[in-house]
Protein backbone atom coordinates (compact mmCIF):
# COMPACT_ATOMS: atom_id res chain seq x y z
CA UNK A 1 0.00 0.00 0.00
CA UNK A 2 2.61 2.80 0.72
CA UNK A 3 4.23 1.99 -2.83
CA UNK A 4 0.86 2.96 -4.56
CA UNK A 5 -0.32 5.63 -2.13
CA UNK A 6 3.67 7.26 -3.36
CA UNK A 7 3.11 6.50 -7.16
CA UNK A 8 -0.64 8.05 -6.90
CA UNK A 9 0.76 11.29 -4.94
CA UNK A 10 3.64 11.68 -7.41
CA UNK A 11 0.39 11.82 -10.37
CA UNK A 12 -1.68 13.94 -8.39
CA UNK A 13 1.32 16.46 -7.84
CA UNK A 14 1.93 16.18 -11.81
CA UNK A 15 -1.88 16.82 -12.81
CA UNK A 16 -2.22 19.46 -10.15
CA UNK A 17 0.96 21.38 -11.47
CA UNK A 18 -0.42 20.42 -15.27
CA UNK A 19 -4.24 21.51 -14.10
CA UNK A 20 -3.19 24.93 -12.67
CA UNK A 21 -0.67 25.68 -15.18
CA UNK A 22 2.33 25.56 -12.77
CA UNK A 23 5.57 26.11 -13.68
CA UNK A 24 8.77 24.69 -12.22
CA UNK A 25 12.59 24.47 -12.83
CA UNK A 26 12.34 20.26 -12.36
CA UNK A 27 8.76 19.17 -12.41
CA UNK A 28 9.61 15.39 -12.06
CA UNK A 29 11.89 16.32 -8.77
CA UNK A 30 9.04 18.52 -7.73
CA UNK A 31 6.43 15.71 -8.03
CA UNK A 32 9.13 13.20 -6.03
CA UNK A 33 9.13 16.18 -3.78
CA UNK A 34 5.57 16.29 -3.08
CA UNK A 35 4.87 12.53 -2.64
CA UNK A 36 7.15 12.95 0.57
CA UNK A 37 5.28 15.43 1.70
CA UNK A 38 2.00 13.96 1.21
CA UNK A 39 3.11 9.92 2.49
CA UNK A 40 4.68 12.45 5.54
CA UNK A 41 1.76 14.24 6.02
CA UNK A 42 -0.80 10.89 5.75
CA UNK A 43 1.94 8.40 8.38
CA UNK A 44 2.86 6.74 4.99
CA UNK A 45 7.02 5.37 5.50
CA UNK A 46 8.92 6.84 3.74
CA UNK A 47 11.79 4.76 4.10
CA UNK A 48 12.30 4.34 0.18
CA UNK A 49 12.78 8.51 -0.42
CA UNK A 50 16.17 9.91 -1.31
CA UNK A 51 17.25 12.94 -1.69
CA UNK A 52 21.00 12.59 -1.91
CA UNK A 53 20.78 14.02 -5.44
CA UNK A 54 19.60 17.19 -6.56
CA UNK A 55 18.72 18.04 -10.31
CA UNK A 56 21.71 19.94 -11.44
CA UNK A 57 19.66 23.13 -12.13
CA UNK A 58 19.42 23.87 -8.20
CA UNK A 59 22.89 24.28 -7.69
CA UNK A 60 22.80 27.47 -10.19
CA UNK A 61 19.96 29.03 -8.11
CA UNK A 62 19.96 32.06 -5.49
CA UNK A 63 17.89 31.37 -2.38
CA UNK A 64 15.64 33.04 -3.80
CA UNK A 65 14.92 31.00 -6.63
CA UNK A 66 14.81 28.04 -4.42
CA UNK A 67 12.43 29.56 -1.78
CA UNK A 68 10.50 29.62 -5.00
CA UNK A 69 10.75 26.11 -6.15
CA UNK A 70 9.82 24.88 -2.11
CA UNK A 71 6.94 27.22 -1.90
CA UNK A 72 5.39 25.17 -5.16
CA UNK A 73 6.14 21.92 -3.43
CA UNK A 74 4.39 23.15 -0.75
CA UNK A 75 1.56 24.91 -2.56
CA UNK A 76 1.32 21.49 -4.48
CA UNK A 77 0.80 19.46 -1.17
CA UNK A 78 -1.38 21.62 0.24
CA UNK A 79 -3.79 22.05 -2.63
CA UNK A 80 -3.91 18.09 -3.13
CA UNK A 81 -3.94 17.85 1.28
CA UNK A 82 -6.89 20.02 1.45
CA UNK A 83 -8.76 18.11 -1.87
CA UNK A 84 -8.55 14.92 0.03
CA UNK A 85 -9.46 16.19 3.20
CA UNK A 86 -13.29 17.74 1.37
CA UNK A 87 -13.24 14.35 0.10
CA UNK A 88 -13.18 12.78 2.56
CA UNK A 89 -15.32 15.01 4.72
CA UNK A 90 -18.21 14.56 2.25
CA UNK A 91 -17.48 10.40 2.23
CA UNK A 92 -18.16 10.82 6.01
CA UNK A 93 -21.22 13.17 5.46
CA UNK A 94 -22.25 10.38 3.33
CA UNK A 95 -21.72 7.59 5.46
CA UNK A 96 -23.75 9.16 8.21
CA UNK A 97 -26.30 10.63 6.36
CA UNK A 98 -26.70 6.84 5.37
CA UNK A 99 -26.40 5.20 8.61
CA UNK A 100 -28.65 7.28 10.22
CA UNK A 101 -31.79 6.65 7.51
CA UNK A 102 -30.65 2.70 7.90
CA UNK A 103 -30.88 3.28 11.40
CA UNK A 104 -34.77 4.78 11.50
CA UNK A 105 -35.73 2.07 8.76
CA UNK A 106 -33.47 -0.88 10.07
CA UNK A 107 -35.62 -1.82 12.99
CA UNK A 108 -39.10 -1.96 11.66
CA UNK A 109 -37.44 -4.44 8.64
CA UNK A 110 -35.77 -6.17 11.08
CA UNK A 111 -38.80 -7.15 12.99
CA UNK A 112 -40.52 -7.73 9.76
CA UNK A 113 -37.87 -10.39 8.77
CA UNK A 114 -37.13 -12.10 12.12
CA UNK A 115 -40.51 -12.45 13.14
CA UNK A 116 -42.12 -15.59 11.52
CA UNK A 117 -45.75 -15.18 10.34
CA UNK A 118 -48.41 -16.75 12.67
CA UNK A 119 -49.39 -20.40 12.05
CA UNK A 120 -52.43 -20.59 9.66
CA UNK A 121 -55.37 -22.10 11.97
CA UNK A 122 -56.28 -25.34 10.53
CA UNK A 123 -59.36 -26.42 13.26
CA UNK A 124 -62.86 -24.49 12.93
CA UNK A 125 -61.91 -23.96 16.77
CA UNK A 126 -59.21 -21.75 16.67
CA UNK A 127 -60.86 -19.90 14.49
CA UNK A 128 -63.78 -19.32 17.11
CA UNK A 129 -66.38 -21.40 15.03
CA UNK A 130 -67.69 -23.53 17.70
CA UNK A 131 -65.02 -26.16 18.97
CA UNK A 132 -64.37 -26.12 22.75
CA UNK A 133 -67.46 -25.14 24.88
CA UNK A 134 -65.56 -23.61 27.96
CA UNK A 135 -63.64 -21.23 25.11
CA UNK A 136 -64.53 -17.68 24.45
CA UNK A 137 -67.34 -17.40 26.97
CA UNK A 138 -69.03 -20.50 26.55
CA UNK A 139 -70.71 -19.58 22.98
CA UNK A 140 -70.94 -21.98 20.16
Avoid at 17 to 45: H, Q, W
Avoid at 52 to 58: K, M, V
Avoid at 64 to 87: C, H, P
Avoid at 102 to 128: F, H
Amino acid sequence: APTIFRGLAQELARAHMDKGGIACESPDFTAYSVSYMLCKRNGVSVEGFSFDRLPESYAMMDAKALRAEVGVMRDVAGSITADMNRLFAAQEKAQSVVARSTSLVSPQAGKLTRSAAPPTPTEPASLGFGGDPNRNGGAR
